[in-house]
């Protein structure tokens, strides 16, 4: 018998906001990455580069504290911090949390500088890359943390 299934019910609310966070926080990634790949396909990036960095901001920043915050709840209830040793999964989860709010950090610098760029008239092809890339980073990453919570390797 899988630890899930004999979860009590009065967590499964923390555990709901943690996943829809989770799963918001990778929709609005991936919403960016399709962003950008028309941004960097198109004359006038400048609107989807503004759009881009817009979505991060606005939308990648508070689902990643609601996932967060989740997760910290959700670890309370568990009562994670008295296990010794830590299980595997939780520091997976952890280290791909910690992480994505720097990877996120990092694009909404990169996005927000692009998008001046354009406006300007500028090239900002390499930034969008950049940006790009670490949203698809974080995305594979995420997928990962998603194997370590449903499987949890011991």
Known sequence: ???????????????????LGAMV???VLAAVVVVLVVALRTD????????AFRTLLIGGIPAYI????????????EHIADVDPEPSWIGIG????????LFLI?????????????RA???????VRW????????IVAYGVALWAMATKPV
């Open 1 to 19: 018998m899988s630890y899930a299934a004999v979860r009590p019910d009065s967590w499964n609310f923390a555990l709901f906001v943690h996943v």
């Open 25 to 27: 926080f990778v929709s």
């Open 44 to 51: 006038d990036r400048a609107d989807a580069l503004r759009f």
């Open 66 to 77: 609601v996932m967060r915050g989740g997760a910290e709840w959700i670890a309370s209830k």
């Open 94 to 101: 952890y280290s791909v949390a910690d992480g994505g709010l």
């Open 106 to 118: 990092i694009m909404c610098i990169l996005a927000g500088i692009a998008s001046r760029r354009a």
């Open 121 to 127: 008239g500028g090239q900002p092809s390499a930034l």
């Open 131 to 138: 940006t790009m890339g670490l949203a698809a980073v974080i």
